[in-house]
T-cell receptor
Framework: EADIYQTPRYLVIGTGKKITLECSQT?????MYWYQQDPGMELHLIHY???????EKGDLSSESTVSRIRTEHFPLTLESARPSHTSQYLC????????????????????FGPGTRLTVL | RKEVEQDPGPFNVPEGATVAFNCTYS??????FFWYRQDCRKEPKLLMS???SGNEDGRFTAQLNRASQYISLLIRDSKLSDSATYLC??????????????FGKGTSLLVTP
């Protein structure tokens, strides 16, 4: 069983608020990821990290930012939430080997957190 | 054209039935393949990895057809607890951008008593 946690699980917030979605894992994985998933749609990669002090943008453009000060912690921040940010945000980690310039390796298995359902009014 | 295409379903089957899902991928440089299970309002969890022509794990069999560029998932003796959305995920190599995971939208399965 994967040990990756996200808080809050649900968040309803007004437009213009600053929010931080927390993600932590206890598996010692270097690589971590943030995905966005709308109902009935595929997951889209918005951020990833190879390890401490590494942050990279994913395939889907996002107004959010991330930081990686500790291996186990990979928070995502929205400075000013908007209704268009309403979605489910999934954090994941992987023990796959590092391939600089590529978010994944050839055999990456993603371990997902339970997700945060964000609604911006 | 989507990189990974799945029939969204829903597939409604009675308990004990055998059901199969197909997933087609467009990129012939696809390296490895996965089936993830996602319960309603939950996170995806790895069900099976498919690295060669296919593999079997209990009631679940995954097959890969590289010539036709599709992966299938067969579930035998369906249980009520198999009700979920099954995501097809394809790992693709590109010389410019490296590896990428392409996710399908998922196929919804409902097993009824």
């Amino acid at each position: 069983e994967a040990d990756i946690y996200q808080t809050p699980r649900y968040l309803v917030i007004g437009t213009g608020k600053k929010i931080t979605l927390e993600c932590s894992q206890t598996m010692g994985h270097d690589k971590m990821y943030w995905y966005q998933q709308d109902p009935g749609m595929e997951l889209h990669l918005i951020h990833y990290s190879y390890g401490v002090n590494s942050t990279e943008k994913g395939d889907l453009s996002s107004e959010s930012t991330v930081s990686r000060i500790r291996t186990e912690h990979f928070p995502l921040t929205l400075e000013s939430a908007r209704p268009s940010h309403t979605s489910q945000y999934l954090c994941a980690s992987s023990d796959g080997s590092e391939q600089r310039g590529s978010p994944y390796s050839s055999t990456d298995t993603q371990y997902f957190g339970p997700g945060t359902r964000l609604t911006v009014l | 054209r989507k990189e990974v295409e799945q029939d969204p379903g829903p597939f409604n089957v009675p308990e004990g039935a055998t059901v199969a899902f197909n997933c087609t991928y467009s990129n012939s440089a696809s390296q490895s393949f996965f089936w993830y299970r996602q319960d309603c309002r939950k996170e995806p969890k790895l069900l099976m990895s498919v690295y060669s022509s296919g593999n079997e794990d209990g009631r679940f069999t995954a097959q890969l057809n590289r010539a036709s560029q599709y992966i299938s998932l067969l579930i035998r003796d369906s249980k009520l607890s198999d009700s979920a959305t099954y995501l097809c995920v394809v790992n693709v190599w590109d010389s410019n951008s490296g590896y990428a995971l392409n996710f399908g939208k998922g196929t919804s399965l409902l097993v009824t008593p």
